[in-house]
């Protein structure tokens, strides 16, 4: 092997050799999880990764999506799970947004996620919405991507929740001081329709107590 064979062959190898702290680096911004794809950047392939499982440094917690083991399992991890798969652009919203904001006792029946795309797809025991967020409707909880409380409210109103659950979820928003009347009025004037009567109403009851 020639010496510019043997500076080639090296190189390649360089190129795709695993970087343990670049993939520890993302999957740390995301609870511990990351996906094959991910471990991919990171110059893991997938039969280095199935290793690492074996192993039991990374722990399969679904097709092709992992978790560091030393980081523990949390009772999300199925959000995580669907947010991974669903995507980068993929946002947690609506009823799970709410959920993990602790703001309903209802259990959701799917997990919601909204993604910027032209057509909705559904999945099994996920609801994909569709629709453009402004980056100020985004936050992040627990290295999940989230619509804020604000815009929460606004979805499920537009989803058909009853008035008495939202009313209870803004209650409870405001009393934990995670939204402000004036946000929530802001979207009332913004929005109009039912998304400003629930919202008036609810303001408006809390008021007169």
Do not use: C
Not at 29 to 55: D, K, N, P
Not at 137 to 159: C, F, M, N, S, Y
Request: zero cysteines; charged letters at 20%; proline letters at 4%.
């Amino acid at each position: 092997m020639s010496k510019k064979t043997r500076h080639s062959a090296h190189a390649n190898i360089s190129a795709t050799a695993p970087d343990a702290d670049a993939l520890f680096a993302i999957a740390e911004g995301q609870a511990g999880y990351f996906t094959t794809a991910q471990a991919g950047e990171a110059g893991y392939s997938r039969q280095l990764v199935a290793h690492h499982a074996a192993a039991g440094n990374f722990k399969r917690v679904s097709q092709g999506v992992y978790r560091m083991a030393r980081y523990p399992g949390t009772p999300r991890e199925d959000l995580y799970i669907a947010w991974l798969r669903a995507g980068p652009d993929a946002v947690v919203s609506h009823d799970s947004a709410l959920d993990v904001y602790g703001l309903s006792d209802v259990m959701p029946s799917e997990i919601h996620l909204t993604l910027p795309r032209t057509s909705s797809r559904r999945r099994t025991g996920i609801r994909m919405h569709t629709t453009s967020l402004d980056p100020a409707e985004v936050t992040a909880r627990d290295g999940l991507p989230i619509t804020t409380v604000a815009r929460t409210i606004v979805d499920v109103i537009r989803a058909g929740t009853s008035a008495e659950h939202v009313g209870q979820a803004i209650d409870e928003a405001l009393t934990r001081g995670m939204v402000t009347e004036k946000e929530l009025q802001a979207q009332a004037t913004a929005r109009g329709g039912r998304v400003a009567q629930v919202i008036s109403a609810a303001l408006a009851e809390r008021t007169g107590r």
